[in-house]
């Protein structure tokens, strides 16, 4: 099992972002996070907030820390001062929301993409193409989507709670798609969102 909670909004600055993650510990009944990640890229003090989950990794409260809907010029900004780099980047990602320059950004700078939606919440598991990928390798549209993203070296999070769909999402080792499959689903970019667009936060 790995565990990971996230800084919400409310809770941005040094002594509270501590707090925050000391209370998450306490609620968890647990001595470390494995994962604590900035929820969103709160304007003024997020620094702050990085420089806090910097001595939560320092102090073993904290295995790995990372953020959350940052951007280009979020991931930037922090870097310019930051002592750590955020091992994780989770953004919204899929082939209908391909952040390509961002991903590039994360990979030169060693920060693992995690890609949340990446089923696009079901909106787009009729497209065509992706229906025609699917049936061409015999798997579900679902599986198409995330094997794209593990192609692409993405921690993929697709969110289910039925057996049936976890097990179907599981099920995504055993092939691979073709160059010519990646290209076409990667064209598919229309910067769909599910969620918000963090490239409005200043």
Known sequence: MFITTKLWN????????IKACDDSLKRLGLKYL??????WPVPEIRNESWDALTRLL????????????????????LLEDADVVPM??????????Y??????????????????????????????RIQQIAKKHNKTPAQVLLRWSLQHNLVAIPKSVREERIKE????????????DMRLLDSLDENFR?????????
Not at 34 to 39: P, Q, T, V
Not at 100 to 124: F, H, R
């Open 194 to 202: 599910n969620s918000w667009d963090p490239t409005n936060q200043p």
């Open 10 to 17: 409310s809770d941005h600055g040094y002594e509270t972002a």
């Open 99 to 128: 952040q390509k320059q961002l991903l590039d950004y994360c990979e030169k700078n060693k920060i693992q993409v995690e890609a949340y939606s990446p089923l696009t919440q079901g909106a787009k598991l009729n497209h065509p």
């Open 169 to 180: 999402n599981s099920q995504v080792f055993d092939y691979n798609l073709t160059s010519e």
């Open 34 to 39: 494995d994962l604590y990640l900035i929820h």
């Open 58 to 77: 320092k102090d073993g409260k904290c295995r790995s820390i990372g953020v959350s809907n940052y951007t280009i010029q979020h991931l930037t900004e």
């Open 88 to 97: 994780v980047n989770q953004v919204e990602f899929s082939p209908f929301l």
